[in-house]
């Protein structure tokens, strides 16, 4: 018996029978895993055939690029997967001491942390989805309908609760109707579910829209031998400066290198020397200098990332009872802080403890209440990325008070954490959701920021090795 097994044999009363999760990725698979301790059994519809080994597919295509498993995200994949995060070890995936081994370039680099730890894991996003699957594969509540995608919610007779879902066969161009007591969307992105609301008669949500067009581009590459004190860096693009890039080691020995361009500087898409030129145009040389003579291992791919994207479903004045989303479906962030999954992760633990509190007869407003919970969710990563976004005066997208306070304190915190090292120690805590974004504003913290952000005080210098060596 599996863990996930163990799991489902020690679950609480069945809250229904059926529940249908649309869309089998990250999103998909987490919550799949959460319902199969409350129904007697889930079914993920997903467009793709899942890959029988760690390989991109289509329904993913930023899947080919780095993707950042922050530290709450890989504390609650393996809450919700015991055993996961040994499995990646296993499948080397590499560990990494993310204050100290993986320097960060905003303006400067930022400060080591000499003596302190915090332990990340680095691999490709194929490999984290394969063993995912695998885990709800063995599940024993839980059916793949692969090749298969949903068309449509239906309705009860009332017309105000979900019913199940229109699905159509992709190979057989069958169509039929799936019936499910809990419908959860994690279709991503491109989610047709506020047109669908539409057709049924309900209000589409509000939508928040913060637009700073950005190309991501990415090559892997054979882990090259050179002299260095860093096993990854993430060079960050600072107004107005346009061009950044990430270096991240991946399983087999290699390192995935992602290069971004902003507001149409976009890096090229194809080219061996094209790219690494590129590189050497970044506002530090090191990224250069890893790939330089480094031995490319993939062609480059390319991701056009347009805007950063909120559905609220919290605020709809009326949504159908039974139905709830989560994951890209509500929010589509900008990568650049690698919050995406980590963000899907914490709604799983969201709709576990909703689901948690409910009998079968409250079913009908889950939605509304998840809605909420995954709203609070979302609020602590997007007021930090679109303040980010809309430094940029190009960027498009509501600049309001707040927005311009965050600013202000964020150009702050970057200038002082340039030299103070517990200014990046609490901002990385942040970032990896370990602590909460209000702790950046306690007294004694805000004033350490202001100190060190003094005119006169630190200046952006140094390079990659020493800010690993520090
Ligand atoms: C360039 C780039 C880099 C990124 N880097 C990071 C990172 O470093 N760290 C991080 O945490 N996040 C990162 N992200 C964000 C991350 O990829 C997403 O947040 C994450 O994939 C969300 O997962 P999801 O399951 O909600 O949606 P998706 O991954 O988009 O999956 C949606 C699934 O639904 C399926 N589907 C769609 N429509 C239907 C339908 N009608 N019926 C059935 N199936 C359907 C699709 O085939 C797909 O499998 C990055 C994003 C980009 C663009």
């Known amino acids: 018996m599996s863990p996930s097994d163990v799991a489902v044999e020690q679950s609480r009363e069945h ?17 799949a895993r959460v319902l199969a301790d409350s129904f007697s059994a889930v079914t993920v519809v997903e467009r793709d055939r899942l890959p029988s080994e760690a390989a991109n597919r289509k329904g993913v ?26 499995e990646l070890i296993d499948d080397t995936a590499v560990q990494v001491d993310l204050l100290n081994g993986l320097p960060l370039y905003i303006g400067g680099w930022q400060a080591a942390c000499p003596g302190r730890q915090l332990p990340g894991l680095f ?10 699957d695998e885990h709800i594969r063995s599940c024993a509540r839980v059916q793949l309908l692969e090749k298969t995608e949903v068309t449509g919610l239906l309705l009860t007779s009332q017309g105000k609760r979900v019913r199940g879902a229109s699905i159509r066969d992709l190979e057989s161009g069958t169509r039929e109707e799936l019936d499910a007591d809990l419908v959860v969307e994690t279709s991503g992105r491109g989610s047709r579910l506020p047109r669908w609301l539409e057709d049924l008669g309900f209000p589409a949500p509000p939508r928040s829209e913060v637009r700073l067009p950005t190309r991501y581009v990415t090559r892997t590459f054979k882990t090259a031998e050179c002299h260095r004190h860093w096993d990854g860096m993430l060079i960050f693009p600072r107004p107005p400066g346009r061009r950044g890039g990430a ?32 590189a050497k145009t970044l506002p ?16 480059i791919v390319a991701h056009d990332f347009p805007s950063n994207l909120r559905r609220h479903y919290e605020r709809c004045s009326t949504i159908p009872g039974g139905l709830a989303v989560m994951g890209d479906a509500v929010c589509s962030l900008n990568p650049r802080f690698g919050q995406g999954i980590t ?48 430094q940029y005066p190009e960027a498009k997208g509501d600049r309001s008070v707040s927005v311009r306070f965050m600013q202000w304190y ?5 200038r002082s954490g340039l030299n103070d090292p517990r200014v990046r120690e609490r901002f990385l805590r942040v970032m990896n959701f370990l602590d909460p974004p209000s702790s950046l504003l306690r007294p004694s913290f805000a004033a350490r920021v202001l100190r060190g952000s003094m005119p006169g005080g630190p200046s952006p210098t140094g390079d990659a090795t020493s800010a690993g060596r520090q």
């Open 15 to 31: 809250l229904g029978r059926h529940a249908l999760v649309i869309g089998g990725s990250v999103a998909g698979i987490l919550a």
């Open 61 to 86: 295509p930023q899947g080919r690029h780095v993707h950042t498993l922050l530290r709450r995200g890989s504390d609650a994949l393996e809450e919700l997967f015991p055993g996961l995060i040994g």
């Open 123 to 132: 691999l490709s996003r194929a490999l984290l989805e394969w063993r995912l």
């Open 247 to 278: 270096l991240f080691p991946i399983e087999r020995g290699e390192w995935m290198v992602t290069l971004i361009g902003l507001l149409g500087d976009d890096p090229p898409e194809s080219g061996d020397g094209a790219f690494v030129e590129f």
């Open 284 to 299: 530090t040389p090191e990224l250069y200098d890893a790939i330089a003579a480094a031995e490319p291992t993939s062609p």
């Open 343 to 390: 963000v899907a992760a914490l709604e799983a633990l969201e709709l576990r403890a909703a689901l948690g509190q409910m009998q079968a007869d409250d079913l009908p407003r889950l939605g509304a209440e998840f809605a909420r919970r995954v709203a609070k969710v979302i609020d602590l990563a997007w007021p930090g990325v679109v303040a980010a976004d809309l």
């Open 410 to 414: 964020q150009g702050r915190m970057v």
